[in-house]
């Protein structure tokens, strides 16, 4: 099978070599070219701009940062758009909100292509694995397609109906893990400041009913203040804006995200970007005393 990727960050690097790694062939677009020679080395051919990649492959997969570079690559000069039409479809991978999705496969469709948005839960490493958890919504035919690519990237796939679905399950699911990185990070900074030793915290969270894998990884680099980037901190906030966003369009009341969004906020303004989401902690034992990390 032929796919063309567009978009290699950190997901969507890993995403690309992991489909040539499994026999595919593919060709692959990035806004800053020169990152597309490490995928060369594994087997890629580049294509010079998206729509140059949309004309060569029946099928693309779009794995972007935000709303804005997801409609960029669809709608500016030498876009998505230029070539999609009958029998080629386009695979937007990239956390957006449902607007933003909608717009896309509205376009698409009035070409005579089909669309499918397909976020994903499940991170850098899980990438790297092929364990991510799709979560696909659109067009049914072009999903059944995907499911060879969808099978070599995940370890389950989740066809959830009509367009917008799979962007807003993703948004519900950050929403979950962001709040739930400030409550880590608010448990660990009151250990420490009340004499508490924030290891022992974390081995005691490990073994209770509110053990899980997130903070059983990033716990203990948390600790040593390592923020190498899995999941951009401004991407964490992205999502929480959208979801609260979401929240605002359905009237549901989200006092804990929206306070989970300014800690967020603040790491962002403080120049945390970059780093991994995990660098919150970094504002919350800010706001505290003392810090043993
Ligand atoms: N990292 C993670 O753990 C996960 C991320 N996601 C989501 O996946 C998407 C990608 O994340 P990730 O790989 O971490 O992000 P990165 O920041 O590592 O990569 C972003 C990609 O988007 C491109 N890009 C940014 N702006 C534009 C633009 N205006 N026009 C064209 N291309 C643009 C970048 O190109 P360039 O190289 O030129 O800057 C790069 O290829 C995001 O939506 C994120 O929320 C989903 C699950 C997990
Ligand atoms: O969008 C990023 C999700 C990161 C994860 O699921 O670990």
Redesign the pocket.
Known sequence: MEVGFL???????AMAANLLRHGFRVTVW???LS?CQELVALGATVGETPAAVVAKCSYTIA????P??AL??VFDKNGVLEQIGNGKGYVD????DAATSSKISEAVKQKGGAFLEA??????KP?EDGQLVILAAGDKALYDDMVPAFDVLGKKSFFLGEIGSGAKMKLVVNMIMGSMMNALSEGLSLADNSGLSPQTLLDVLDLGAVANPMFKLKGPSMLKGSYN????LK?QQ??MRLALSLGDENAVSMPVAAASNEAFKKAKSLGLGDLDFSAVYEVLKGAGGSSQA
């Open positions: 978009g290699l960050g950190i997901m969507g690097k990035n806004r800053t990152k794995m972007l940062s935000d804005i570079a960029s690559v991978m990239s956390t957006v976020p994903v839960s499940g991170s850098k990438a980037p899995a999941f951009p991407h992205k999502d």
